[in-house]
Structures are given as C-alpha cells and as structure tokens.
C-alpha cells in the first residue's frame, strides 16, 4: 500500500505539471529541432528497454526463494511497467504537443528503419530476457541500470533543458527515483549466488559479455546524440 501511494503521489505531478502547466506554456514548441529529432530516438528506445525489463524482473521473481527478494523483484515488475507507460507518453506528448510528430507518431516504423536499432536490440532486448535469470540480472540491473542509467537518463535531462526541453526531465528524473531500487536488487542476486559452485563457472563471463556488449552500444551512441542534439 505504501508503494502504490509513493508511485501515485509521484505520476500525480509528473502527469499533472506535464498535461496543464507544460501544455499552457506550449513547452512542445520550446524545444530545438535537432533535440526533438534526438528524442525520437532516446525515448523510443528506452521504452523497448523498460518492455523487456518487465519479464527480466518477472523472471527473477519466478526464480527467487527468499520473500525478501521477491518483494524486491516484484517491485521493480510494478516499476518496469510504470515506466513502460511513462516512456511511451512522451512519446505521445511529442506526437501531440511538438511541430514534427513523425517519429514519434510512428515509433515501431522508426524502429524498423533506424540503422541503430539492431544493436539497441540486443543490448536493451536480448540480453534483458536471455531466459537466465542471472544472465538477466546482471545485463539489467548490474550493467544497465548501475552503469547506464546515469548517462542514459540523469545527463540526457540537462542537455533536455539546456534545449528548451522540459517534458523529457519532467519524465526522465521520475524514472530515475526508482533506479537505485533495481541496483540493490542487482546486488542481491549477485551475492545470492556469488558462493554456488555452479554459478561461479559462469558469473564472470556473463559479466564481461554484458559490460564489454552494452559499453561498446552505449557509448558511441551517446555520444553521437549528445553531440547532434
């Protein structure tokens, strides 16, 4: 009850400040084209990403004994599709709000047809629902969202504003509230299982496949964002 009531309060004033005072001060029309070009990227890929994070978290919950990671895991279920919706509503906010819809209006078209797509796919689609819930773990929430969040979601608000953007932080920092709930279970399944025999054959590959896959994604692409936005 006391989850729900915190994530109520927080989705009251994102959507709130977002549908009436953003709206009247036509914060669409503020932000600079090639910003807005750049989040047709940005937010429509973070959305497949928070998608596939649904089952990733889904997945562990299934798999987890003890209640109190399974509170944790479940949690962060409730988190994933919260932030799904929040992901796919500024893309509808653009769509509505903003002078070039296209992009926004057509998000899986968009997906089809951008060259970054194959390799956003397999960082923030495959290795989310590898079908181990280890190997989930780790690319989730060891290496996505301890190492990737801070780039991909706390930096992209100030280059938002510092482009006449104000929805995406408005968004953005709500989703990062929840974050360092999903790291802490990141941990705890790492330390969970650091001493079985068995999971210590693999722990370290799967370590360096998500590190060495998603920082040799993420990094260029960031960059290249930044930069043209």
């Not at 790291?183 to 054959?201: E, F, H, L």
């Not at 370290?204 to 993420?218: C, P, R």
Request: negative net charge.
């Amino acid at each position: 009850k006391e989850y729900a009531r915190m994530e109520t309060v927080k989705d009251e004033r994102q959507f709130g400040t977002l549908l009436d005072g953003l709206t009247r001060l036509e914060a669409g029309n503020r932000v600079h084209p090639r910003w807005g070009e750049t989040m047709k990227v940005a937010s429509n890929f973070l959305e497949v990403g928070e998608y596939n994070a649904i089952a990733a978290s889904a997945m562990l919950w299934d798999s987890a004994s003890a209640a109190e990671q399974k509170n944790g895991y479940l949690a962060q279920v409730l988190d994933e599709i919260r932030h799904t919706h929040q992901c796919g509503f500024v893309n509808y906010y653009f769509a509505k709000h903003y002078h070039d819809p296209a992009g926004h209006n057509d998000a899986r078209r968009t997906r089809a047809i951008g060259p970054l797509w194959k390799g956003m796919k397999r960082v923030f689609a495959d290795g989310f629902i590898s079908g181990d819930a280890v190997e989930c773990s780790i690319n989730l929430q060891l290496v996505g969202e301890a190492c990737f969040t801070n780039p991909l979601i706390v930096a992209i608000t100030e280059w938002a504003s510092a482009n006449g953007d104000e929805i995406t932080p408005t968004v953005f920092l709500s989703i990062e509230t929840d974050e360092l709930r999903h790291m802490a279970n990141g941990y705890q399944t790492v330390v969970s299982i650091a001493n079985d025999p068995a999971a210590q054959k693999y722990l370290n590959t799967d370590l360096n496949n998500a590190f060495w896959t998603q920082q040799k994604y993420f990094t260029p692409v960031l960059g290249m964002l930044f930069e043209y936005g």
